[in-house]
């Protein structure tokens, strides 16, 4: 009885555990006015990339970011601070800044995500869909991502619900 017990408390808290590392995932979506997506994000935060094509923006506005405009099957991972997020597109441009100091990233930003957009539509699930002049800012692990689109798709973490 007692080992039964126990295999369904562990079996509960492994899947439990396996719900709280799901990723918070935005999904960048292609606006109908045609602005481009921006994702700013520290360049430690960042753990991996993928992209159909990569191009290098040479002489870009600003001299202190990296800048590349990532196109087709975007993928992104970042290291967040409450739970690792994952970026979905089709079309962006990446702008890689300097990591933050880490005492100051620890008081930059809560760790809920805050946004701005004229309109916010429910999904299912735990998902909304941002549009019109969405900017989320999300704290990560080496500073604050902020993320510049039409529509935003936003599923995971608080934000979603919100």
Do not use: W
């Amino acid at each position: 009885m007692y080992r039964i017990t126990g295999a369904l408390l562990l079996c509960a808290a492994s899947a439990m555990a396996a719900t709280r590392t799901q990723p918070e995932t935005f999904v960048i979506q292609s606006g109908p006015s045609g602005h481009e997506a921006t994702i700013k994000v520290p360049v430690g935060a960042v753990s991996t990339f993928s992209a159909n094509a990569a191009e290098a923006l040479v002489g870009y506005a600003d001299p202190k970011v990296e800048a590349m405009r990532l196109s087709g099957d975007v993928l992104i991972n970042v290291i967040g601070t409450s739970q690792p997020i994952q970026i979905k597109a089709d079309n962006v441009v990446l702008e890689l800044t300097a990591d933050e100091a880490p005492d100051k990233v620890k008081t930059a930003l809560p760790s809920a995500p805050t946004h701005r957009s004229t309109e916010i539509i429910k999904g299912g699930d735990d998902t909304q869909i941002f549009v019109g002049n969405v900017i989320f800012t999300v704290q990560t692990s080496a500073g604050a991502m902020q993320i510049r689109a039409d529509r935003v798709e936003h599923k995971g973490g608080p934000a979603a619900g919100a």
